[in-house]
């Protein structure tokens, strides 16, 4: 598999090298040079397929022998061992379900497969892998999770003292063995901001071999398609084939992921991007003209985005044409009253509870629906369990909330965080002294 820089064409690396540098040098993204079309006659009988097997379907045509077959296939069955069962609210709405995983979020997906091909490449006798990652929440704990007790690496989590929930916090701090949290007296962005100092450090990259672990990073990328053709290999059991896929987005990682599966062949009518109030892409697509802004805090924060790092990839895709791009993607942004209104419309019309972020995938699909009539089936990603946010729920709602096991036994660990301040003279002296 080879891969260019959305920046520059021409440079181009292999997957090993993409996946440890996470970003080109001309600060572009890694994309596949070309973008490999599966058979027709999987894709006619991918009804037949459990999620692993078109797991490793997909990604042998992706990585082209850049993992060999077998150790792709041990690979794979090791991180997509959860599943992403597509749920019925009624005859022409799922959700796609994405919290099954350890840390309860669709980032385990990425966090998982990253953290098993990194491990692939480490191999034996060679330095250990320094994994940085800073955190506003749901990214930390799939990234410590996907981590945990894989052979030649550690992980070092930032993450903003009192602005993450309970769960969330007890997802960084409980593991233990090769995962490290460091509660930092700030917010989020001097967490982001100390370890961009880290990288930039001459003196910690000569000892240390640091690689970042966030959403950009193409291995991560790569097992979201997965989910999107298994979703479509269920609904294909039930006799449903005209989708239209509402993905909440924040980063737009999830979102590309979608975009790359349709690309690959994936039959998908529309996709819809569905943002809070963090409205750089709904902007762009009224408008055309791209502007990134500062991001403001919502419920949805895992959403809480002002300059979206994956939307070059999506441009890249489609070789920057503005057409082609708002034909595919519609794309509609919700307040926090709004996606409070959408968390208790679901729960009284199906039931359901969703987290906020769901909640927004929702009310965009509902909004496509009034524009847009037809006999589609509307499939929204549920990207998180609601139990990891229940300061945005009515009390009527979060006492139904059930928690699953995994979060349960949290509660009866001990939380282990070194605290810190601020400054890069901390952080530096920490990472010095592991
Ligand atoms: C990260 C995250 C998102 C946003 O996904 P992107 O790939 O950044 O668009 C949405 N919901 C939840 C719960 C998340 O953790």
């Known amino acids: 598999m080879k891969l260019y820089s959305t920046n520059n064409h021409n440079l181009k690396v292999d997957f090993a090298t993409a996946v440890f540098n996470s970003m080109p040098l001309d600060k572009g993204l890694y994309m596949p040079v070309s973008i490999p079309e599966l058979d027709q ?34 690979l794979i069955d090791d991180a997509i061992n959860f599943d992403a069962p597509v749920v019925a609210l009624d005859d022409h709405t799922y959700v796609l379900e994405l919290f099954h995983g350890p840390s309860l979020a669709f980032k385990d997906f990425g966090a998982r497969f990253m953290s098993r091909v990194m491990a692939y490449f480490l191999k034996d006798n060679e330095k250990t892998l320094d994994v940085l990652v800073a955190t506003s929440g749901d990214t930390g704990g799939a990234v410590a999770l996907g981590f945990l007790g894989v052979p030649h690496t550690r992980v070092t989590i930032l993450y903003p003292k009192g602005k993450v929930s309970d769960i969330q916090e007890l997802q960084l701090c409980t593991n233990g063995r090769n995962i490290h949290a460091i509660e930092i007296e700030g917010t989020f962005d001097d967490c982001q901001a100390l370890v961009k100092q880290a990288f930039a450090d001459e ?10 672990a966030n959403s950009i990073n193409i291995s991560r990328l790569i097992p979201q398609t997965f989910y999107y053709f298994n979703a479509y290999a269920q609904l294909k059991r039930q006799g449903k ?21 349709y690309k690959m062949g994936l039959p998908v009518k529309q996709f819809i991007a569905a943002t809070n109030v963090n409205d750089t892409v709904p902007r762009f697509l009224e408008t055309g003209v791209y502007e990134t802004k500062p991001s403001v805090q919502t419920y949805a924060n895992a959403m809480d985005v002002g300059a979206p790092s994956n939307w070059v990839r999506i441009m890249d895709m489609f070789g920057n044409d503005f057409k082609a791009i708002s034909n ?4 509609y942004r919700f307040t926090d009253e709004e996606t409070l209104a959408g968390i208790k419309a679901i729960y009284n019309q199906f039931d359901y509870i969703a987290c906020p972020h769901t909640a927004i995938a929702w009310l965009a699909l509902e909004k496509y629906r009034l524009e847009n009539k037809g006999d589609y089936t509307g499939v929204f990603s549920s990207t998180a369990h609601a ?15 059930e928690i699953p096991a995994q979060v349960g036994a949290l ?24």
């Open 41 to 74: 006659e999987f894709i006619s009988n991918i009804e037949q397929y459990t999620l692993p097997e078109i797991a490793f379907k997909v990604a042998s045509e992706l990585l082209q022998g850049a993992v060999p077959s077998d150790d792709l296939k041990n």
């Open 203 to 212: 003196q910690l990259n000569d000892k240390l071999r640091l690689t970042s």
């Open 241 to 261: 084939t005209e989708l239209v896929f509402s993905v909440p987005s924040g980063n737009f990682g999830n979102i590309a992921a979608g975009l790359l599966a």
């Open 328 to 331: 595919i993607i519609k794309s």
């Open 387 to 401: 139990c990891k946010f229940p300061d945005v729920f009515p009390e009527e709602i979060k006492d139904k909330i």
């Open 411 to 434: 509660f009866n660990k001990e939380k282990q965080a070194t605290k810190m301040d601020t400054s890069f003279e901390s952080f530096k002296a920490y990472l010095n002294n592991y």
